[in-house]
C-alpha cells in the first residue's frame, strides 16, 4: 500500500448530509468547486439546510447562517424554511466521513530498482485510507481535518521514523458576517497546517490539479516552498474577509513544529529544514460575477527562512541545524473563469509562480553553486464538466517548471559537462467519471464515487530531454468517499 493521492479529496458525504445539496452544487469535479462551494468554505464549513442538526446544540443558529450565506448570491437552490420546532427535532450526526482510492500505474519504462514491495509496473495499489471531520463545530465555527494511513512505499521508508499514520490537510475556520456601511463583510480566522489549504480556488498549490496522482511513478524534483514543501510540518494562524462578495483579502502567519511535535503527528520531522521565526502568506484575488460567469484575477505569495539540518543520518542523527538560512520568497499570480451552462460547467485556470532564493547556508556548505537562484513554475487549464448525473469530466493541463542552472544543486549534463537546470514540462490529461453529480446518489448522502483515467506526458525531465518519456505516467484509479 502506498500513497497514491497527491492532494486529497474535499468533497465529503458529510458537507453533503450538513447543507442537503447534492455534491454537484459545490463541485464540478473533485475537489474542484463551483461559486456556491467557495462560499460554503468561506463561511467555515457551518452552513446547514440538510436533514440532520448541523450542530449538537441546535439548528435555528445554523439556520440563520445559511439565510446569510444564501443571500450572498444565491448560487444554489433554496432549502424551504422549517419552524424552530422542526429544526430542534432533526438528529444530530458527528460530520466524519472516510476515504478510500484504488490505483494502477502503469509508467513507460520500469521503476528503478529497488521496487519491492512492488512489481517493476503495472502496479494495482490501495492508497490511504483516512478518516476526515468536515463541517460545523458551532454555528460559526467548523473544520476540515484529514487524519491518514500511509502503508510503506516502494523500496521501503522514506521516513526514517516508519510513520504509517499522519495528521494530513488540517483547516478549522471561525466565520462571521457584518454590514461596515456600504461594505458587506465575510470576515474569518483560519487556523490550519499547509500554505494555501485554506483557499477558495483551485489555482493555487494545495488543491491544484491533479487531484489524483500516482505517488509510484517519479515526478520532477523541484518545486517552490509554496508548492508543499510545509504542508504538516507547520501551524498557521491568519484574518480574512471578502469585502460586497468581490474582494477577498488573507494574511497568515505560519510557524514549524517543534521536532517533537511533529514526529508525534507522524510527519518526518527531517522531510525540511528548520523554519526560522514567522512565515508569512498572503493572499488578495478580486471576483467579479455576472450571469452565469465567475472571474477571479489574483496574487499569494509567502517569505520563509529554512535553516538545514545538520546531520539527519539515522542513528547519529542531531536536531542541530545550520545556523545560516536559505531565504524564498514566493510570488504568485493566478486567475480562474467559470461558466455555467444549463448542463454543463467550462472552467480555465492559471498560475503562475516566482521563487526568489538567497541560498546562504546552501552555497556556504557548497550543497549549492550559487549564492542566488530562480525556480518558475507555470500551469495552464483548461476542463468541461458535461451533464449533471453521469457527469463527465474532461481536463488538460500543460505545466512548467523552469529555473537557474546550478550544478551542485542539479548536477552536470553527462554529455556537455555544462551546468544542469530544474527544467521539467509536459502536458496532463484526464477523464473523470461521476456517478451522481447534481442528485441524491444510492446510498445518498453517505457514499460518493469517482473514476478517473490520467496520463501525464513529459517534454523534458529535471533538467534534459533524454530519457524524459521514460516517466510518462497512466493512471486508473477510483476513490470512495463514505
Known amino acids: 500500500m502506498v500513497i497514491a493521492f497527491a492532494s486529497p479529496t474535499q468533497a465529503l458525504p458529510s458537507f453533503a448530509r450538513q447543507t442537503g445539496q447534492p455534491c454537484g452544487t459545490c463541485h464540478t469535479d473533485f475537489p474542484s468547486l463551483t461559486p456556491y462551494g467557495r462560499r460554503f468554505k468561506l463561511l467555515g464549513y457551518t452552513a446547514g439546510g440538510g436533514q440532520f442538526r448541523t450542530t449538537p446544540f441546535s439548528s435555528n443558529d445554523a439556520m440563520n447562517v445559511r439565510a446569510e450565506y444564501d443571500n450572498l448570491r444565491g448560487y444554489a437552490k433554496a432549502v424551504a424554511p422549517q419552524s424552530q420546532a422542526d429544526a430542534d427535532s432533526k438528529e444530530w450526526i458527528p460530520p466524519i466521513s472516510m476515504m478510500a482510492v484504488v490505483g494502477f500505474t502503469h509508467t513507460q519504462a520500469d521503476l528503478p530498482a529497488p521496487t519491492d514491495p512492488y512489481a517493476p509496473n503495472n502496479n494495482t495499489v490501495l492508497s490511504p ?7 460545523a463545530i458551532t454555528n460559526n465555527i467548523g473544520a476540515f481535518a484529514q487524519v491518514t494511513y500511509n502503508a510503506v512505499p516502494a523500496g521501503g521508508f522514506g521516513d526514517p521514523f516508519g510513520h504509517t499514520w499522519t495528521w494530513d490537510n488540517t483547516d478549522v475556520r471561525f466565520a462571521g458576517t457584518a454590514m461596515v456601511g456600504p461594505l458587506d463583510l465575510v470576515y474569518g480566522i483560519t487556523a490550519n497546517n499547509n500554505p494555501t489549504v485554506q483557499d477558495l480556488w483551485n489555482t493555487t498549490p494545495a488543491w491544484g490539479f491533479p487531484y489524483a496522482a500516482s505517488t509510484l511513478a517519479a515526478t520532477p524534483a523541484t518545486k517552490t516552498v509554496v508548492e508543499g514543501a510545509l504542508a504538516a510540518h507547520v501551524g498557521g494562524v491568519g484574518a480574512y474577509a471578502m469585502i460586497n462578495d468581490l474582494l477577498y483579502l488573507e494574511v497568515t502567519g505560519y510557524k514549524m513544529l517543534s521536532f517533537s511535535q511533529q514526529n508525534a503527528l507522524g510527519t518526518d520531522p527531517f522531510g525540511v529544514g528548520q523554519l526560522g521565526g514567522i512565515a508569512p502568506y498572503w493572499r488578495v484575488a478580486f471576483e467579479p460575477h455576472w450571469g452565469r460567469n465567475t472571474w477571479m484575477i489574483g496574487t499569494f505569495g509567502m517569505y520563509s527562512e529554512l535553516h538545514p539540518w545538520l546531520n539527519t543520518a539515522f542513528g547519529t542523527w542531531t536536531t542541530a541545524v545550520d545556523p545560516l538560512a536559505d531565504r524564498f520568497t514566493d510570488i504568485g499570480f493566478d486567475t480562474q473563469y467559470q461558466y455555467q451552462g444549463d448542463n454543463f460547467w467550462v472552467t480555465l485556470r492559471g498560475s503562475y509562480i516566482r521563487e526568489y532564493q538567497r541560498l546562504d547556508s546552501s ?9 542566488t537562484n530562480l525556480v518558475n513554475s507555470m500551469k495552464l487549464q483548461a476542463s468541461v464538466a458535461m451533464g449533471a448525473d453521469n457527469r463527465v469530466v474532461l481536463t ?17 549534463d553527462p554529455l556537455s559537462g555544462l551546468a544542469m537546470t530544474p527544467n521539467s514540462d509536459g502536458w496532463q490529461a484526464e477523464i473523470a467519471y461521476i456517478p451522481f453529480g447534481a442528485s441524491k446518489m444510492i446510498g445518498w448522502p453517505w457514499f460518493n464515487a469517482r473514476i478517473g ?10 533538467g534534459t530531454s533524454v530519457a524524459a518519456h521514460d516517466n510518462n505516467t497512466l493512471f486508473l484509479h477510483a476513490w470512495f468517499a463514505m
Open 129 to 135: 485510507f483516512s478518516m476526515f471531520w468536515g463541517g
Open 363 to 371: 552555497f556556504a556548505s557548497l550543497a549549492a553553486a550559487n549564492p
Open 396 to 412: 488538460g493541463q500543460y505545466f512548467k517548471i523552469s529555473g537557474t542552472s546550478d550544478a551542485n544543486l542539479y548536477g552536470t
Open 453 to 462: 483515467l490520467q496520463y501525464t506526458y513529459y517534454n523534458k525531465f529535471n
